[in-house]
């Protein structure tokens, strides 16, 4: 006789845990035992909401936003450039499957010395920092040069697309290689003619993905100077210019939607309709099936011509537009900079090792609550974002109804992801005393339109056919919901936000730095005064809280899975 289950189970762990974190975050950021609303704002606030029914629209200032746009768009399309090349590169190196190919079994070879440990532990260091901290340390070098833009988005995107490039690699089938390399074929050319073909169209997917990211990450950086939509945002609001603002936001708001409505149309072509494919079911490089489907690229598209034709005129004028000095690069003055500065943070000196902890916890508890927010609200509203219909009998007016809830709730979670987490941090700061919590819901609110998204379309992806099923059996509309939509997608669901969460402790500096609390606050302070010593501290505890989330968010994925 099958024995029954335990009731004490490894997700029931991680639910316990889950449940005590957040208990426990929510302490953190006072929300039962401090004065949370500041009541003298409430009126800032109605001016900007207000503001929202009267843009800017005087053709001087029209202008000026056409100019940043551009700007932005300059520096998005530069950035992804150089770290495609970046994450191309970085992801071979670090992939298991290149090190098998090339030195047989590196782990048995070398152990923890391996050059694949090395790699990858070298690409966690870069993608643990913001590209806003990169930002902000490559001003002290170049300048305000549009080049701190480029190199700032350039470095962590690289290394993140390294590593997601490298699991892509490692989750091929492995057959056409092994046979290739014992028929006598050199292994690189192996490797180039069986591994990168079933690779490309996903990274080609992945790449509109992190060039999406690039769009709201250039605007995020012109707050600190580099240029463009967030610099003029910025400026707006410190002016109370709330007519210009919403100018600026309608138009950043235009540039991610343009840019969302072209790479979903190249990814259906493609074959890869998810932004974001995790592969969170492969748990081990992938076996050759009947039923794995490898996306392909079409040779004959239309649109797929004119996108390249446009990418090949796009890329070099970007280049041109933003006018970056790449000659600070190889500039004798950069090495010098760059050697004072590594001369100012050594050794590190840290001022109070309680108050680094008390930080760290709050940046932990501030991820936690807005994981927690931006994941069940973008539950909630995945669903009617989703253009996802069993029955093919409705009637026209039925059809208009759910057309019409779609677009209004796609263009809900476009307009709090085109927004930078920080703008929404300064506007909820009229309204909320400072610390984490304004923080938290301006995270949220950014990431709830990401991960509304990515799990509308987990919903479009689901396939039809086990549901029609139930439908044929008898069932109703909540019944199909409950057991056939639901525990298909949750846990999708489930592993975007785990891989939110990673990402949204990275973005913790950005409220820091506008004053929400956290180590991004203490870093902001150290910049300012020149406390380069301190800086690297508390820099290194942000690594280390980003490894650390990284850590739980992996193996809390594999027990849910």
Known sequence: MPRRPSLISGRLIWLACFATALIWAGWQAGIWHQDLVNHGGWSLFFQFVRASWQPDLSWEFLRLTLDATIKTLGYAVTGTFFSLIIGIIGGILASQVWWEIALGHPRQKWGILSPLLAVRAGLAIPRAIHEMIW????????????????????IPFGAITAKVFAELLDTCDRLPLHATVNAGSPPLSAFLYTIIPQTFPNLLSYAFYRFECSIRAAAVLGIIGAGGLGYEIFLSLQSHRYQQMWTLFWAIVLLNGAVDIWSASLRHRFGAPSRLDLNFQKLSPAKPTTQTKTPSIPSRDPFIKLSLIAVAAILPLSFWYIQADFTKLWAPRTGQLLANFLTSVWPPQPTEWGQLFTLSAQTIAMSILAMTGAGFGGILLSFPAANYSLNNTKSRQSQALKTTIVLITRTFLLIT??????????ILLYVLFPGILPGSIALGIYNLGILGRLMAEVIENTDKRPLQALFTLGANNPQVFLYGILPRTLPRFLAYILYRWEVCTRETALVGLVGAGGLGRQLSEQLSSFDYPGLMITLLAFIAVTLIVDFISTQAGKSLR
């Open 135 to 154: 930002g902000l340390f490559f001003v002290n070098i170049f300048g305000l040069d549009p080049l701190v833009g480029v190199v700032a988005i350039a």
């Open 417 to 426: 992801r085109a927004i930078p987490a920080p703008i929404w941090a300064l």
